[in-house]
């Protein structure tokens, strides 16, 4: 290695650097408080017996010269690094191995929705890109979930990484949060179950993924200053159940600690969560990460269960490389606790099968239209029909002249911005760069070439079909006047590092939507949002498809919808909200004071950055349907809701409970086409505080008049208190109601559970 400018891509800097410039606004004496608050020595977890991959590690350890151990603790953000490696290309990290050991280097990319590539920063790599987590989790299908990571980490693996920033499952709690897009719903157990399978994709390359970014990332604006203020009892029966599910059904190799502050500490530096919660009460082996400029101290971080500054560029000087060689010097982190990072890390490397098989240097060819077909189920499958008064969909190939207004559904469909955007197979075809913002520096508004109207024009060769940008709303009602139908396809994007103003549809859309269906009675909708949005035209409206951001085979998905060659079967893993005020927070905290520096520096004016602020979750583990539940709110559309083109009935509850909880029932296709359900059970429970809790769900495809017997077996801490003085998880006996239904305020056959007294450790 030789040091050496390095060409800055460099776009992510101003972003990143907002933590860096933060810190340094401390007064001096806080940030020093911070470097040097003594906190327990996070003892090494006691050898783990029977564990091979624990004595591989040790092994490697005991020949690992201390210098080896502190690079191997530390990564490089390429993009910025001055640090030249030959075989380096730009992506989010790269971590030099010890190749005397054979121990890998770490080539880290992100992963969220497909092997990311943030304004082509390798120019002309292209990747397959998914749907959004949304549309994913939509779905309810933990295999789909399986294949998208197996097909994402078979690309990377493919493109020589060997680290996958996959994994995101921070419950989406706001409805205007700028990630949502990239995580899986606000439900524990369905985060958990979709986040497992993904890692467990992923995995199955042998390569490592994250699960990502522990915890309360649940907002954008200030997030590397915001403190996330929650009862523990709480956050373990929500947030953390969710990563807590997924770590036991995928042993991702590692968890990246998250920007945000958490009940007054850093996340990654946070003892209580990365120590406690995360290394003693769950005993997880492998290593914590940092997120991207998210560490603040040396021996604080190392002491309360940091194992690795990841892109140490973005952070204000390099914590856990020489300062942390001179933090064991003299004393201040124990050479055991190095070493435990150490062995953590090789762990992860070692279990996730990386060790053994070790990735080519020499980019490998990839099945790109295989790989199409899981981003075109997913966005099939994941994709909720919210609406379909008088059956106008699915449309009739008979029809004449159908037209297409709006969101450049000539020539693709738009995806969320961030370190997850993928520069798909097609390219792009619209791109679009911010006028300032958080998200300026790393990110475009970028679209997807799969085109709605080449996919309709396919599906219905003999009706004329033709489409209007939708700019003037007066030009598009004129357009559909005379249509047999008119489909306005609306946008709402979202991206990391801002949360949106609002979830209303952006520029004049509203109007847009009613103009047209002023002038066409059979006006269709299709919305491409981030997340939920308000539909204050939606009487007027004949159908609605929510497509989420679906992916680089959203048009041809879409048109097979709208024609029924697919029968919808999403259901809502987000609830909608009827006004911005249902939600716990109108708005992001700190938002007002975020656009104030944001319009001052596009004014040319100096602003620093936004000041640290404390946002209390008062929904707690009341997070979306469960809070609308508490509340007694309608929603406009609630959690697991979702059409079809065929009916389902449900039947014949039968309910085993007393140490357990296993619920049956029949569900049966009523009507004349085949489709597929998502049957779920909720139940009231919690002696702290009742709650109403999803306990299960399963997706089954039917056909016409098929009858199939569902049994969904509850875990129990679903059902349970958290206990923060015991501490551990129990379930006081009672009786419990409970419902099966198809979505979260569909009482279809209700029922009691009555379950004996039971507890676990937490
Ligand atoms: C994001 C992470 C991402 C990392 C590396 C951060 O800004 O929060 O999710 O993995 O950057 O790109």
Known sequence: MTTAAQPLSALRILCR????????????????????????????????????????????VR???????????????????????????????????????KIPTLRQSDASLGVANQVEQRKGDVATALPSGLALASTFEPDLA??????????????????????????????????????LGEDPLLAGEMAGAQIRGVQSNNIVSTIKHLALNAQETGRHVMDAQIDEADLRESDLLAFQIAIEKSHPASVMCAYNKVNGDWACQNDHLLNRVLKRDWNYPGWVMS???????????????????????????????????????????????????????????????????????????????????????????????????????????????IVLIGAHADVGVISGGGSSQVRSVGGAPVEIPLNGGEAASFVRVTWHASSPLEAIRAAAPNAQVIYVDGKDPVAAAAAARDADVAIVFAWHWQTEAQDAPSIALPENQDALIEAVSAANKNAIVVLETGGPVLMPWLD?????????????????????????????????????PKTAEQAPRASAPGFAEQAAIDDARRAGQKAGPIKGFPVTYVEGAAVGY???????????????????????????LKVEDGDGLKVSFDVTNTGKVAGADTPQLYVTAGARRPMLRLAGFQKVD????????????????????????????????????????????????????????????P
Do not use: C
Request: charged share 20%; glycine share 10%; hydrophobic share 40%.
């Open 17 to 60: 650097t907002t933590a860096a410039v933060a810190l340094l606004a401390l007064t001096p004496a806080a940030a020093t408080m911070a470097q040097v608050m003594p906190t327990q020595d996070s003892a090494p977890l006691a050898p783990r017996a029977g564990d091979p991959a624990w004595a591989r590690a040790d092994a490697l």
């Open 540 to 576: 007027r409206v004949g159908a609605v498809l929510q497509a989420w951001y679906p992916g680089q085979r959203g048009g041809q998905a879409i048109a097979r919808l709208l024609f029924g060659e697919v029968n919808p079967s999403g259901r809502l893993s987000m609830t909608f």
């Open 146 to 183: 399986y294949r998208g990571g197996a097909m994402i980490g078979a690309e990377a693996r493919a493109k020589t990484f060997n680290v996958l920033l996959a994994g995101g499952v921070n419950l989406t709690r706001d409805p205007w949060a700028g990630r949502n897009f990239e995580y």
């Open 291 to 401: 997120d991207w400029g998210a560490v603040h101290s040396t021996t604080k971080a190392a002491l309360a269960g940091l194992d690795q500054q990841s892109g140490q560029e973005l952070d204000t000087q390099i914590f856990f490389g020489d300062d942390l060689k001179a933090a064991v010097a003299k004393g201040e982190v124990s050479q055991a606790r190095v070493d435990d990072m150490v062995r953590r890390i090789l762990h992860g490397v070692i279990t996730s099968g990386l060790m053994d098989n070790p990735i080519s240097t020499i980019a490998q060819p990839i099945d790109y239209a295989a790989h199409a077909q899981v981003a075109q189920a997913v966005a099939e499958r994941g994709s909720v029909l919210l609406k379909n008064d008088g059956n106008l969909l699915p449309l009739a190939r008979t029809a004449r002249k």
């Open 63 to 101: 020949q690992m010269t201390l210098d080896e151990k502190i690079s191997y603790l530390h990564g490089l953000f390429p993009p910025m690094t001055k640090t030249v490696a030959a075989d380096m290309i730009p992506s989010a990290g790269y971590v030099p191995g010890v190749p005397r050991l």
């Open 626 to 652: 469960r809070w609308y539940a508490q509340q007694k709110l309608q929603p406009l559309y609630p959690f697991g809701y979702g059409l079809s083109y065929t009916r389902f009935d449900y039947a014949n």
């Open 702 to 761: 039917l056909a016409p008049g098929e009858t199939r017997r569902v049994t969904l077996e509850v875990e129990p801490r679903l059902l349970a208190d958290y206990n923060v003085a015991k501490p551990g998880w129990t379930i006081a006996a009672g009786t419990y109601p409970l419902y099966v239904g198809r979505h979260a305020g569909d009482t279809a056959l209700t029922g009691k559970a009555q379950l004996r007294s039971w507890s676990r450790k």
